[in-house]
């Protein structure tokens, strides 16, 4: 199978599969040196081989595991299940500057309209993105693909619309799941902290917390493609599935493989104030796929506005992991003087602007922190989740003022995190290593 790569909208090279597991892409002559692919593959007469199903630019917005299943049983039957013949039906709308698609298809379908509006506004939004999804579960040629779409077994088992995402030219539209209840409420909270510290994506949540409308940073305000996007497992070349194994210490390298020195210590300090939120709002979901570089051109690439935050320690299922990725060798959420350590070593900033990042984070949360109790009130759902967001992110602040870490003592954050009874105990499951569960119980 052969797919034409496109930059800008410019045919630029060809995508082909050698075997099962095995791909080159090759660039067409002509092709001007800033019309890249990849800002790890520059432009060359030699074919790109890579000993996988496709290269990690290419992966990169493939949905994974599970969902990559459904779709594969989906679309099968009409053009293969592999992974290339994936991305021939949603290549023509990914993240980023890049689009795939076959020989003589138009890149620009007539998109099927996407009523926003009506699904932050609408009383049952559940209701609403269910439809959407549904309506769109074939639109892998039009303006919506579905980036993770399930199916409608799994929809009705829930009783809740899953986490599922669309991609549209303008909006990422993100619903929650049984597992995730109010995730997209959630998120929008925890952005709204980091947008007040560093530049992050402009968010909108749903009437009834279940819906998340992200506003692309990749595209202009017309929805065309602008900016080139690459996340960290591209650059590290990992796939998707090993975004948990890898390193702050690598993200780094890979940031001074790629961004110009003029603008690296903007960038350093972007991702220093990305990880201290980190620790500050317990997201254990920070990967190597939620950290990306965003660039025009090899001269002007920048860290992406920070995206897809939110407090993994609100749900008991996710409430005792780590975080994401390892630092000097380590998860915790206690590093001790080894953060302050790192940053100053790594990204070269030194420990009094790191305090300062500290307290403009601490500020942030203080100020955000009525909204989670609004919304605790008006939805009576998401109050248990509300108040363990609020202790996780008081914990979060106390660590990294803790004299263990940043020694800045205690800060006043405010009334909205007073009156709080003590969140519901979270419960480990004993688990029995080597035994069945269709073992009979003792």
């Not at 009409?78 to 076959?102: C, Y």
């Not at 990967?287 to 090899?298: D, E, F, G, I, T």
């Not at 305090?355 to 989670?372: F, K, L, N, W």
Request: with cysteine.
């Amino acid at each position: 199978m052969s797919l034409c790569v496109h930059v800008l909208g410019r045919e630029v090279a060809t995508l082909e599969a050698l075997g099962d597991f095995k791909s080159a892409m090759t660039y067409r002559d002509g092709v001007a040196s800033e019309d890249f692919v990849s800002l790890t593959m520059h432009v060359r007469r030699t074919p790109y081989l890579w000993d996988d199903v496709l290269h990690p630019i290419f992966q990169m917005n493939l949905p994974e595991g599970y969902l990559l299943q459904v779709l594969q049983e989906q679309f099968g039957p009409h053009i293969g299940a592999s992974p290339m013949a994936l991305l021939a039906v949603i290549g023509r709308n990914m993240i980023g500057r890049v689009q795939v698609a076959p020989a003589g298809a138009k890149l620009d379908e007539p998109a099927k309209p996407v009523d926003v509006a009506g699904l932050l506004q609408g009383d049952n939004s559940e209701a609403a993105f269910t439809e959407l999804v549904r309506a769109h579960a074939t639109s892998g040629v039009s303006g919506v693909v579905p980036k993770f779409l399930d199916s409608d077994a799994q929809m009705n088992q829930t009783g809740a619309h899953t986490k599922t995402t669309l991609l549209t030219h303008r909006y990422i539209i993100k619903g929650s799941s049984r597992l995730l209840p109010f995730a997209a409420l959630n998120e929008h909270l925890c952005m709204q902290v980091a947008r007040q510290v560093m530049p992050a994506a402009m968010t909108e949540v749903s009437q009834d917390g279940q819906a998340l409308v992200v506003h692309r940073f990749d595209v202009d305000e017309t929805g065309a493609h602008h900016w080139g996007m690459e996340d960290f497992c591209v650059l590290l070349g990992l796939r998707p599935a090993a975004k948990y194994e890898t390193t702050w210490e690598r993200i780094a390298t890979a940031v001074r493989d790629h961004v110009p020195v003029t603008t690296r210590p903007v960038v350093f300090r972007q991702m220093a104030t990305l990880l201290l939120l980190t620790y500050a709002l317990r997201n254990a979901d920070c990967h190597a796929k939620n950290v990306a570089l965003r660039y025009s051109q090899r001269d002007d690439v920048h860290l992406a506005p920070a995206y897809d935050m939110i407090t993994t320690a609100a749900y008991p299922a996710y409430a005792n992991n780590p975080p994401g990725i390892a630092l000097m060798g380590r998860k915790t959420w206690a590093p001790g003087k080894s953060l302050q350590t790192f940053i100053t070593a790594t990204f070269g900033l030194p420990p009094r602007d790191q305090a300062d990042i500290v307290d403009q984070i601490s500020t942030a949360i203080a100020e955000v922190a009525p909204q989670v109790r609004q919304m605790m009130v008006e939805h009576p759902a998401f109050a248990e989740i509300g108040k363990r967001m609020l202790f996780s992110w008081r914990e979060g602040i106390a660590g990294l003022r803790d004299k263990r870490t940043y020694a800045l003592g205690e800060t006043v954050l405010g009334d909205a995190f007073q009156g709080l009874s003590d969140p519901k105990p979270v419960n480990a499951e004993p688990r029995v290593v080597g035994r069945s569960d269709l073992l009979g119980r003792r």
